[in-house]
């Protein structure tokens, strides 16, 4: 760096490597070729805007925002770009597509892939891929391509004879519309939504289709833009306040369930508990498989639905529709938990005539999946071209997610819950 004292220098490449040390320490850096990339690269050059701490704390760092305030581009956690890339495990030699670029992402590819490698750093906005292109040179990583597109429309030409060996998403998108691209026995590692959750999954390409192997990690990216932004499909019931969102599949109607929110809900209880530190967020991708006409429930703090308790505004609710009726999940604290951070009941809250057979419906999925599912530390997924295959269209067909290029299937291996193991590492916005 030209323009950096030495002093900053120093204190630049101590605070590095403190990150490391952390980023090891917590197991989010877990090879030796990860680790040194770690070392070498230079964050804080692609941070310019931020102080030297900020640019070495294990966060994002903002780097772009809409009027609104909305960041649209940042360049993601460590402890996250740590993970994906031990994912992606990518080897010398390798040719790596990143979607979604900022540069430092690129550079730490650049590491790993070496002199015999090749990176592809891809982004929407002219802003970004101009700071790509101005930093990745001044920090010595002029061998990687910087290109402007739509990752929805992957130009052919920056694809390599025979597919890239790994490519790393680092943008939250609801399809997988890169299959085509990779090569047969490459790495897909992406954020991908499946109805509003958001997971990072690594995926190894066989015979056409990508196959999920590593534990999932809940996190937040930025959102996509350009012709994969997705549609939440929100819904208000009229006059109420509250929300429903449709992610994928169909959006059923909400006109009539204003009535169902004047009355208090019955309570259907499931006698199974939670930990209030214990995620349980495999048990919502389970619900939003299993249960047609599933969707995700928010309500504003001070709309008119006086029965309904606000679910927290940044995690809303599994919830199900019945005609005029509505079944949620929500949880009854029973004590303090053996940690002091409180046990709670799954419970299920029905509205309307019908809502406590909606209720029933899905406390006996929740039930299903404390009996047969809870101790799984991941299911598999898969993705397949959506091409060849029936579109989904009404009838529901559990634990697949139409998507528009690919058709995303989940499989619960059978596992009971005693040998129950953490199932997810981390929850944050973190890119
Ligand atoms: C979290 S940032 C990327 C961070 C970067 N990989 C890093 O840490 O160095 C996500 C980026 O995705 C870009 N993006 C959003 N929609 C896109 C699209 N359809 N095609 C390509 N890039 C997109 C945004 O402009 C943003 O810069």
Known sequence: MTTSSATEVSDASELRHQLVEQL????????????????TVPRHAFAPEVPLPSAYADDIVATRHRDDGTTTSSISAPWLQADMLE???????????EIGSGGYNA?????????????????????????????????????VSVV???????PSKVVPEGGFDAIVVTVDTWDLPWIDALADGGRLVAPLRLHGYHWAIGFTKEKGALHSDEPLVICGFVAMQGDGAWNPNRRTVPGTGVHLSWEDGTPLSVDQLAPALTREPTVTRTNITVGGQEPFDLLTLYLAG???????LEADPDGDHQVLNPPPPHWPAAAIVRGTSLARLAHERIGDG????????????????HGHLAAREMAEHV??????????????????PAAGHAPAGPVHEPHVFAKKRTRISV??????????????LERSEAG
């Open 367 to 384: 039930e299903s999946w404390q009996h047969n599912h809870r101790g799984a530390r991941c299911p598999l997924i898969t993705a397949r």
């Open 148 to 154: 402007t597109a739509d990752a929805e429309h992957l």
């Open 290 to 296: 299993a249960l047609p006409g599933f969707c995700r």
């Open 107 to 143: 550079a730490l590819i650049a590491e790993l892939v070496g002199p015999t490698g090749h990176v592809t750093t891809l982004d929407i906005d002219p802003v970004v891929t101009e700071r790509a292109v101005r930093f990745l040179p001044e920090t010595g990583y002029s061998q």
């Open 338 to 353: 053996d940690d002091g951070k409180g046990r709670y009941e799954f419970v299920v809250q029905g509205y309307g005539d």
């Open 24 to 39: 090891r320490a917590s197991n989010h850096i877990r090879s030796a070729a990860v680790e040194s990339a770690f070392r």
């Open 411 to 424: 499989d619960w291996p059978i596992v009971p819950v005693r040998t129950a193991r953490p199932t997810v």
């Open 87 to 97: 994912a992606a495990r990518i080897q010398p030699g390798h040719r790596v597509l």
